[in-house]
């Protein structure tokens, strides 16, 4: 004899519980020191990446803006790099490569582009070209958009610093 499906009963509850984030157990001591090191050079370049996010979202909003002129434009974005050059010039330039590597990949999840096309638009074709070269070199690709599923390690990190996927990345 069947027996009749299950319904639920009048009084059952639906609860939302909290996000929590669960951690991995280390598989070796290489992986944990890898782990340890990226968050280090994370803590290390966080002030610039906070000061080239903020920069690029005042650069948006100034393109964005459709009284200012390209003449308009072209001064905000000077004064912009002008203001990274003399805030951090000479301590990004003591930035090893994994680091640079980190901050140029950072700075893409942030803003959600790719560095080459930002390049492109604020400055021109020769800046991005010569970049592009340059991270090629060593091992990287400016004009290829920041996917949050190749980089778990990463993303655990940012989140544990406080730094959840910015929302331009909720709709893939």
């Not at 009084?11 to 929590?20: A, P, R, S």
């Not at 072209?74 to 930035?95: A, C, P, V």
């Not at 544990?160 to 909720?170: K, N, R």
């Amino acid at each position: 004899m069947a027996q009749p499906p299950l319904q639920p009963a009048a009084d059952t509850l639906h609860v939302q519980m909290k996000e929590m984030q669960v951690r991995a157990r280390w598989a070796n001591d290489t992986d944990r020191y890898r782990y340890n090191q990226t968050k280090y050079y994370i803590t290390t370049i966080l002030p610039y990446l906070n000061a080239a996010t903020k920069a690029f979202n005042d650069l948006s909003t100034a393109e964005a803006n459709d009284g200012n002129t390209r003449r308009d434009r072209r001064k905000i974005e000077n004064s912009e790099e002008d203001e990274l050059r003399t805030q951090f010039g000479d301590k990004i330039r003591q930035l090893n490569i994994t680091q640079g590597k980190l901050l140029v990949t950072l700075i893409a999840r942030q803003t959600g582009g790719n560095i080459y096309q930002m390049l492109y638009r604020y400055k021109n074709v020769f800046t991005a070209l010569k970049w592009q070269s340059w991270a090629r070199v060593n091992g990287m690709n400016l004009d290829k958009k920041y996917d949050p599923d190749s980089e778990p390690m990463l993303e655990q990190i940012m989140y544990e610093l406080g730094y959840p996927l910015p929302l331009c990345y909720a709709a893939r």
